[in-house]
């Protein structure tokens, strides 16, 4: 077996770690094949290349898009070029729609009676938005104790500071990866299990399968890793992990078979890096 993580997030998105903190931690477990995937930014990317480069831990460039079909239905991009115009421009309008998004929430929370107001959240130039950001906010004014209860309570379906997705559709994301020269992987098939069409996303250029993820029992891993032989889709893996504090803090490092971590050494942004 070797250890691999394909999925990390970092502050710059909703994780709780500075990039560089995130290749520290995955290299302390012996990471392999690192990405970090925020959502909706790169602006990780140069932070966690140079520690990478440090450490030595293979960095591929990646991106995880939220699509408005599902809150959990994300597409990974890996080997994406982060200097691609086209891709920031995009990426860029998708920040701004979860700052919308999160304003409305913000709004309807305060309808419901919370004393919190947009201002009080963080804002760094070229990060994302999200409800882990609203969750930190009503646990900092004391009126959730971590983000899962802020969640419970607040921010999902049918609570009262929930607004629905509001990302590009599904094959929107995946042209946006695949035309900035990346793999479009999806995220956690096993968290959106009943609302996946794998035959109409492979053939708009869906490549990969996220098979290796903490969540997902061995027997859905082996029906995973069936349907991506069965659609030709690259298996990925990985922790989605976010940092202490984040209540998705299983930490960095996933375990993959060795002849699946030498299919996962192709995959553009590590192919060609001379770690092979
Ligand atoms: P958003 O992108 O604004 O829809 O927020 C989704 C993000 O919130 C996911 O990527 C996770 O990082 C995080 N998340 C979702 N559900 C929970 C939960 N129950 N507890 C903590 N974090 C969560
Ligand atoms: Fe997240
Ligand atoms: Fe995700
Ligand atoms: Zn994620």
Not at 219 to 230: I, N, T, V, Y
């Amino acid at each position: 077996m070797r250890v691999i993580d394909l999925h990390t997030h970092s502050d710059r998105s909703d994780g709780t770690c500075s990039p560089e903190q995130v290749v520290r931690e995955a290299s302390a477990r012996g990471t392999e094949l690192l990405a970090l995937a925020d959502h909706d930014t790169m602006s990780g990317w140069n932070e966690a290349r140079a520690a990478a480069r440090r450490l030595g831990v293979p960095l591929c460039p990646a991106v995880e898009i939220s699509t408005c079909f599902h809150d959990s239905l994300h597409i990974l991009g890996y080997g994406v070029d982060p200097g691609n115009k086209q891709l920031a421009l995009r990426l860029n309008d998708y920040r701004e729609r979860r700052m919308t998004r999160v304003r409305k929430m913000v709004g309807l929370l305060k309808e419901a009676g919370l004393d919190i107001s947009f201002d009080e959240l963080r804002q760094r130039e070229g990060s994302s938005l999200g409800r882990p950001h609203v969750a930190d906010l009503l646990r900092k004014k004391g009126l959730a104790a971590t983000r899962q209860e802020a969640f419970s309570r607040f921010l999902v379906p049918g609570k009262p500071g929930y607004v629905g997705p509001c990302g590009p559709c599904v094959e929107e994301a995946i042209s946006a990866v695949r035309e900035s020269g990346g793999l479009a992987v999806l995220a956690h098939p096993g968290v959106v299990m009943g609302v996946i069409d794998l035959p109409a996303w492979t053939a708009v250029g869906l490549g990969g399968l996220e098979v290796f993820y903490p969540v997902h029992s061995v027997s859905l891993m082996r029906r995973l890793m069936e349907a991506a032989d069965k659609y030709g889709l690259v298996a990925t893996g990985g922790t989605d992990y976010h940092g202490p504090g984040s209540d998705r803090e299983a930490r960095a490092g996933i375990e993959v078979p060795d002849e699946i971590f030498e299919k996962m050494k192709k995959i553009p942004g590590f192919a060609g890096m001379d770690h092979a």
